[in-house]
């Protein structure tokens, strides 16, 4: 198993100076991090890192500012305040019909990421297995790393119809003795593909099979694009699953607010419970007057949810189609904020090298998509942009990258 893919990490430090524990020490400067500067360091359009370049609702904003004027400003209850944790499974049951317990089964956390990282922590004993897909977020396997857990992942690849799968032995290859539990991204990031609900079926079976929890990343939950293979399916909304998941969301990306991090997990008692433990020693609360803000954004009516899948939908087809004329072989982006392509066409054989060059090249930033697997070659020739951005940057982008 390999402990980290060097391409990753930028200025990886291994000296016998370095005062970082070994388990952390794969992991360098994030690509993020060195693409962001060099955007700012040449002037490039950044299309790199996946955050929205307008603000989220103005509901939202002014119930946030009402908060922090009307003393809202001292740690919140350690789950979350009531209000919000209501909100959120309100939210859950009008979208898809869940139905869990505010108080008891629902958590909030400093974003989906300490979702994620507390629940690795509290579930994972040290050589326990983690399945996640790869490409993967880049904190998983850190967070895996932390808890001294092993990360099992299965490749998505390219498929004939231009989106991407996996091969369901090498998911059900996965499974062994120590698999403690599926972590699934869905809407996927970095890929933009929608787990069908026959890929879903199958990975419910896995986890009931071998009795093994699911932690759920759905961030993306309202960002399935109506052309998509089907619309978004919770993982729990699967026979026998509701009682081994872990849901986790946030407002960053439905609200276009990420520096915000407020999110939030769901589940039965005992797993939420197990979470809240952890997570009272990482941060334990966060975000007093943004949560009660986030409560009002979740109760927004269905209107703004569709508008918002509209607007980036209209933008997803925008950059495709500059990509496209720009000579890139596009990948179909089923949901999320980006859109995959291949560069082979254009003379291309290295993503990381591909995308160093990129700024000087044409002023346009883009993250290579092999950093976020652990067998590079299969992401090698694949680039990530991401079109949470206005329309004239988009345009600006494929401006520049037409020019070039
Ligand atoms: C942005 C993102 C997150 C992080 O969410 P926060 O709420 O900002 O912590 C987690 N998972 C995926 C797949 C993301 O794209």
New binding site residues.
């Given amino acids: 198993m390999p402990l980290g893919n060097a391409a990753r990490l930028t200025d990886v430090t291994t000296t016998d100076a370095d005062p970082l524990v070994h388990r952390m020490r794969p992991f360098g400067t994030t690509i993020f991090a060195e693409m962001s500067a060099l955007a700012t360091r040449t002037g490039a359009v950044n299309l790199g890192q ?1 955050f929205p370049d307008t603000d989220g609702p103005a509901e939202m904003l002014a119930a946030a500012a009402a908060a922090l004027a009307d003393g809202h400003n001292q740690y919140p209850p350690g789950p979350g305040i009531p209000a919000l944790r209501s909100a959120v499974a309100d939210h859950q049951r009008r979208f898809w019909g869940l139905d869990y317990e505010p108080d008891g089964e629902v958590l909030i ?8 990282a507390a629940a690795i922590l509290a579930l994972c004993e040290p050589g326990d297995e983690v399945i996640c897909f790869e490409p993967y ?1 880049d ?1 998983y396997a850190a967070s895996v790393a932390l808890a001294g857990a092993v990360r099992r992942p299965v490749t998505l690849r390219p498929t004939d119809d231009g989106g991407f799968g996996f091969d369901p032995d090498e998911l059900r290859a996965a499974f062994g003795p120590r698999t403690r539990l599926v972590l699934l ?1 869905s809407p ?2 970095p890929t933009g593909k929608v787990f069908t609900a026959g890929e879903l079926a199958l990975i419910a079976g896995l986890c009931r099979e071998h009795d093994v929890y699911a932690v759920t ?1 759905e ?2 939950e309202h960002l399935v694009f109506t052309d998509a293979s089907g619309p978004h399916i919770p993982l729990a909304t699967l026979p026998g699953m509701r009682e081994r998941t872990l849901r ?6 439905t609200f276009s607010c ?1 520096g ?4 939030w997990a769901s589940g039965p008692r005992a797993l939420v419970s197990a979470v809240l433990r952890v997570k009272q020693f990482l941060t334990f609360v966060n975000g007093a007057p943004l949560q009660p803000a986030v409560a009002v954004a979740l109760a927004l009516p269905d209107s703004y949810f569709e508008e918002f899948r509209a607007g980036l939908q209209a933008r997803r087809d925008r950059l495709t189609a500059g990509l496209a004329d720009a000579g890139f072989a596009v990948l179909r982006s089923e949901g ?2 980006f859109v995959t392509a291949d560069i082979t066409a254009l003379g291309g054989d290295d993503g990381v090298e591909f995308c160093r060059s990129l700024p000087a090249r044409c002023g346009v930033v883009a993250v290579p998509t092999q950093v976020f697997y652990d067998d590079a070659d299969a992401g090698r020739r694949l680039v990530r942009f991401a079109f949470c951005k206005r329309p004239e940057v988009l345009d600006e982008a494929v401006r520049r990258l037409r020019a070039s």
């Fill in positions: 996946g956390t400093a974003g989906a990421t300490e979702a994620i977020y904190s991204n996927h990031n990343d961030v993306y986790v969301s946030s407002a960053g990306k990420t915000w991090k407020i999110g999320t904020y």
